[in-house]
């Protein structure tokens, strides 16, 4: 005899609890503390070098600042946002790609912006001298 009362509910509780295909990893405590130490490191690193003056150069500085900051956004994106190739059918990776272009283009455009600024500013001492 069928039941002919059946809500929806009943006709899907066969399918697993809340398991609609999403494969894709929410991480542990564990993972999320690795990410977040991880973070730390990659912050507390170049923040540590500017300070103390570790590098002579300025143009030095700035790109192992930058190469840090590339680390730290593959962290979170790793650690936080959950992204791998094999995930949501692989939609994370584009999402990755264009979250590299869009790291490419601010980086390089405010590197631009600020060379020029600095190249075509009046020295302090020539506008003190007017």
Do not use: C
């Not at 030095?60 to 590339?70: E, G, H, K, R």
């Not at 600024?117 to 020539?126: G, S």
């Amino acid at each position: 005899m069928s039941d002919t009362h059946a809500t929806p509910h009943d006709a899907h509780a066969d399918h697993g609890h809340g398991d609609h295909g999403d494969h894709a990893s929410h991480g542990t405590r564990g993972s999320y503390l690795k990410g977040f130490f991880l973070s730390v490191i990659l912050t507390a690193i170049p923040f540590w070098a500017v300070m103390t003056g570790a590098f002579k150069d300025p143009s030095t500085a700035a790109l192992v600042v930058m190469v840090f900051a590339v680390a730290q956004i593959v962290v979170h994106m790793i650690y936080f946002l959950h992204m791998s190739g094999k995930s949501e059918g692989g939609w994370t990776m584009m999402a990755l790609i264009f979250t590299i272009i869009l790291v490419v283009i601010t980086l390089s455009g405010s590197i631009w912006v600020m060379y020029h600024m600095n190249t075509n500013m009046m020295p302090m001492q020539a506008a003190a001298d007017m």
